[in-house]
């Protein structure tokens, strides 16, 4: 890794030193626009409205528009604001850590010591891990002020930025300020459900199914040329709605409490079979099941999905994944 700041993590009078490293990457494969007819790669470049000519970036400043005028700031302008030339990361204050709403939790960063002595930093870590405090910080980078929470996370601190409290939006739906009655013996079932449902999350057992799919088939691009048939190198699973009578909410809740029971203890061929209805976020039960998933015969790199058929529901045969020789 790579830092991408240095500083000082500042509280009283103790002064840490460290670098600041990016925690999290984004592992999506980097796609370009081309022009469909001879491949050309699409470029855009950047156009003054007033003469029409390609402005190189060396000579474009920043401007603020209220509708009626505009200011124009200067990069020396931008560089005077006293927070862009600041190096450390003040300690504002330290809260308990439930009441960091995660809502407002944005980028992480990884914190390492930057001395020749790591006691400070290990220091103020332990003393985080004891009290159950994190810590609210203000610091500058790519000329912006953030606030951020400093928390542990195994032997490193992190530095995750925050939102600021006009950036998140309250959350005012009409539907939720009308009466709902739910009866003692649904809250049962449901928390049923949720206890069939119960484990330990491993965020490695997850995986971004499209993001392995589209690497899968520029694989087979590579290997096979423009004329790859996508069909060949992966099916791609659909979920088709079914037709079917309507239940109640009680009978939806009991039955996946049963089929996730039965699957649970070996019997869950049998009970994928068998697929209740599903409840409708809007109050009314529809039911819907799954169905086999259908080779699609697409030429690009997306698939068309297949019509509702009002069919009984039948088992879903296993997805085909035969990448391309």
Known sequence: MRAIWKGALTFGLVNVPVKVYSATEDHDVSLHQVHNKDGGRIRYQ????IDGEVVPYSDIDKAY???ERTVVLTKEDLDSLPAERSREIDVVEFVPTEQVDLLTLDRAYYLEPDSTSPKAYVLLRKTLEQTDRTAIVRFSLRQKTRLAALRVRGDV???QTLLWADEVREAAFPALDEPVRISAKELEMSASLVESFAADFDPSEFSDEYQDELRTLIEAKLE???????SETFGEQEEEAKG???????EA???SVERSRAARSGGGKDAGAKSPAKTSAGGGEKSTAKTPAKKTTAKGASAKGTPAKSAPAKKAPAKKAAKAS
């Open 46 to 49: 950047r156009i003054c409205e």
């Open 65 to 67: 528009d209220d509708g």
């Open 157 to 159: 601190l992190v530095l």
């Open 224 to 230: 096979k040329g423009d004329a790859l048939d996508t």
């Open 244 to 250: 079917g009578e309507v239940i109640d909410l009680m």
């Open 253 to 255: 809740l009991r039955a």
